[in-house]
T-cell receptor, first 117, second 112 residues
Framework: AQKITQTQPGMFVQEKEAVTLDCTYD???????LFWYKQPSSGEMIFLIY??????QNATEGRYSLNFQKARKSANLVISASQLGDSAMYFC??????????????FGKGTTLSVSS | DGGITQSPKYLFRKEGQNVTLSCEQN?????MYWYRQDPGQGLRLIYY???????QKGDIAEGYSVSREKKESFPLTVTSAQKNPTAFYLC???????????FGSGTQLSVL
């Protein structure tokens, strides 16, 4: 069965430092997609970055990059130069392969990131 | 601006009562979803719909019902059969398969 594991309940970092949020996944499907979302205290889920299993390069979006290690089944999110506004919960997710259209996502339990000045 | 609107932001349910959470999108997306989030937990899929007049159960559909009569709307009813309804409910939509999900701002449901 597919599974997303985020082992860090909470992470603490100082402003301007880089931080890595861990995500490991389990799937038997050779074709899959991995997503990272940010959830601030307001509750809305904000899409950050996507990595396809066949993508040759690690995904990057501004200060966000994905350290994708396919053999280890890990897709860690790296946030460079942390800002106070980065304080939020972060979720790793992957497409649910149980339905043929593969539209829904399954989520990990999340990591709470706290950025201090 | 296009987006997903969930209402109300806070909702209270009495014992034995059915309540309906609204979700409207103007993104012209075909697929819509309902997720439940409990404290310290990830999101769990309740129901999803890939097209109008069709919807499928997710992992925790018991005690919930949905309808998809219009492309823009995907309301979720929390029935009295749902014994532990207190949670944060998120509605989402996507353009289609393999696309990212866009989320609404959520509804916090509590039991009186």
């Amino acid at each position: 069965a597919q599974k997303i594991t985020q082992t860090q309940p909470g992470m603490f970092v100082q402003e301007k430092e880089a931080v890595t949020l861990d995500c490991t996944y389990d799937t038997s499907d050779p074709s899959y997609g991995l997503f990272w979302y940010k959830q601030p205290s307001s509750g809305e889920m904000i899409f950050l970055i996507y990595q396809g299993s066949y993508d040759q390069q690690n995904a990057t979006e501004g200060r966000y990059s994905l350290n994708f290690q396919k053999a280890r089944k890990s897709a860690n999110l790296v946030i460079s130069a942390s800002q106070l506004g980065d304080s939020a919960m972060y979720f790793c997710a992957m497409r649910d392969q149980r339905n043929q259209a593969g539209t829904a996502l399954i989520f990990g339990k999340g990591t709470t990131l706290s950025v201090s000045s | 601006d296009g987006g997903i609107t969930q209402s109300p932001k806070y909702l209270f349910r009495k014992e034995g009562q059915n309540v309906t959470l609204s979700c409207e999108q103007n993104l012209n997306h075909d697929a819509m979803y309902w997720y439940r989030q409990d404290p310290g937990q990830g999101l769990r899929l309740i129901y999803y719909s890939q097209i109008v007049n069709d919807f499928q159960k997710g992992d925790i559909a018991e005690g919930y019902s949905v309808s998809r009569e219009k492309k823009e709307s995907f309301p979720l009813t929390v029935t009295s059969a749902q014994k532990n309804p207190t949670a944060f409910y998120l509605c989402a939509s996507s353009r289609g398969p393999y696309e990212k999900l866009f989320f609404g701002s959520g509804t916090q449901l509590s039991v009186l």
